[in-house]
């Protein structure tokens, strides 16, 4: 909002006579001098914001931010402010529609008057704070007490810092340890006790190695208040990188597994993400996932596919699997009817006790009939199909 400062000299000679030609410049010098300065922007104290219904039924300006006791959403995302040079409480939307960032009670913002409407824009960085820019009472017209603010579900963090920048870098940098950084690899980033973290980043800086870095939860806790921080992969709580010309120190999580087929090191054009857990999840139609050497997988416990069909091979693969404890059961029942068959044989006597006589005809007979029975049920077509698998099919090697 425009305001003015009067600068009006404490005294003025008023010479008598005629004035001359310069004593008239004089005197149009002096009133530009003493002219008041103008200035378009102002800035105001933050009481509160208006994000909840009940923010609505402000006791500033009720018939503004209500339609008929409805909130008017119109102002949904304003400030109720004071003007810390013109005085006054008003009610400010913020400038962008689009982008907006909310300011906290106690805080300060920049307010313009553009078409007879008071706006916002960002914040004034009194504690170059990305947590929290809370400063009370700076508004001269009035010295509040904190008691003036409404209470928030936010809380103050000295821990939350800035990403550390490098030169060229452009960082946007939340409240609550979150950030996005477009920068590159220009610099050799090792770690220290200014920019303390895990492990080094890279030992090479590159020129050309454009990188988009973004983190939600800030992992490593600065040494000093406002000491700007690194992004670490390891230790910040959820993490996508982008990279080009860059080595990565990420640590996996499967020790034991996937040791053979794993990178020597993440380094070129690679996208890493890494958290507690990622879900991917098509809503509609599939997932792809291509790869122009391998794609891999490793865990330390179980990977599971469930599905009505598995196919292994190609789509149209149509040998089924074997279930390895069904195909057991079948192949130990075949032992155990041969086992029985070869025992009946081993304990047939000879007639009359005398090598080459013939054995009994009926008792290998009746044992022949038996391992006949058992091979007959083993091998019906529901026996034959209880090994297969249901759902996971696969190639033959030759071809479908």
């Given amino acids: 909002?425009?305001?003015?400062?009067?600068?009006?000299?404490?005294?003025?000679?008023?010479?008598?006579?005629?004035?001359?030609?310069?004593?008239?410049?004089?005197?149009?010098?002096?009133?530009?001098?003493?002219?008041?300065?103008?200035?378009?922007?102002?800035?105001a104290e933050v009481l509160s914001v208006i994000l909840d219904e009940d923010d609505f039924s402000s006791e500033d300006e009720p018939s503004t931010l209500l339609e008929d006791s409805t909130p008017n959403w119109s102002f949904y995302g304003a400030i109720r402010a004071r003007m810390a040079m013109s005085g006054g409480?008003?009610?400010?939307?913020?400038?962008?529609?689009?982008?907006?960032?909310?300011?906290?009670?106690?805080?300060?913002?920049?307010?313009?008057?553009?078409?007879?409407?008071?706006?916002?824009?960002?914040?004034?960085?009194?504690?170059?704070?990305?947590n929290s820019n809370f400063k009370p009472g700076l508004s001269k017209i009035h010295n509040p007490t904190i008691e003036e603010y409404p209470s928030t579900d936010f809380?103050?963090?000295?821990?939350?810092?800035?990403?550390?920048?490098?030169?060229?870098?452009?960082?946007?940098?939340?409240?609550?340890?979150?950030?996005?950084?477009?920068?590159s690899n220009i610099t050799e980033i090792t770690g220290s006790d200014s920019y303390p973290k895990s492990g080094p980043l890279d030992k090479e800086g590159l020129q050309s190695s454009p990188n988009i870095i973004i983190k939600a939860g800030q992992g490593i806790i600065p040494n000093n208040v406002n000491q700007p921080v690194l992004e670490d992969i390891n230790l910040d709580g959820s993490s996508i990188w982008m990279t080009t010309n860059q080595?990565?120190?990420?640590?996996?999580?499967?020790?034991?597994?996937?040791?053979?087929?794993?990178?020597?090191?993440?380094?070129?054009?690679?996208?890493i993400v890494n958290s507690d857990r990622i879900v991917f999840n098509s809503k509609v139609n599939s997932i792809h996932?291509?790869?122009?050497?391998?794609?891999?997988?490793?865990?330390?416990?179980?990977?599971?596919?469930?599905?009505?069909?598995?196919?292994?091979?190609?789509?149209?693969?149509?040998q089924p699997a074997i279930c390895g404890d069904i195909m057991m059961d079948k192949f130990k029942a075949l032992c155990k009817a041969l086992q029985i068959f070869s025992g009946q044989l081993s304990n047939l006597l000879p007639l009359f006790g005398n090598v080459g006589i013939p054995l009994p005809m009926l008792e290998v007979k009746a044992a022949g009939i038996g391992l006949q029975k058992s091979i007959e049920?083993?091998?019906?077509?529901?026996?034959?199909?209880?090994?297969?698998?249901?759902?996971?099919?696969?190639?033959?090697?030759?071809?479908?």
């Fill in 155 to 183: 809380e103050s963090d000295l821990d939350i810092s800035q990403v550390k920048a490098y030169h060229g870098d452009i960082t946007f940098n939340g409240r609550f340890g979150q950030s996005i950084r477009f920068g």
């Fill in 1 to 43: 909002m425009a305001y003015k400062i009067n600068n009006l000299p404490d005294y003025i000679d008023i010479p008598d006579g005629v004035a001359t030609g310069k004593d008239i410049v004089n005197t149009y010098k002096l009133a530009l001098q003493d002219a008041p300065e103008f200035y378009e922007l102002e800035p």
């Fill in 89 to 130: 409480v008003r009610i400010i939307r913020p400038l962008d529609s689009n982008i907006k960032e909310y300011p906290m009670p106690g805080e300060y913002v920049i307010v313009a008057d553009y078409f007879g409407d008071l706006y916002y824009t960002q914040k004034l960085n009194i504690r170059n704070s990305v």
């Fill in 377 to 400: 049920f083993l091998m019906t077509e529901e026996e034959l199909d209880k090994p297969k698998s249901k759902v996971v099919y696969v190639e033959k090697v030759n071809g479908r």
């Fill in 247 to 271: 080595i990565v120190d990420f640590t996996e999580s499967s020790t034991e597994a996937h040791k053979d087929t794993k990178p020597k090191k993440y380094d070129g054009n690679q996208i």
């Fill in 289 to 318: 996932a291509f790869s122009k050497v391998d794609i891999s997988m490793a865990a330390d416990l179980r990977i599971n596919i469930e599905a009505p069909i598995v196919s292994l091979g190609s789509e149209s693969a149509r």
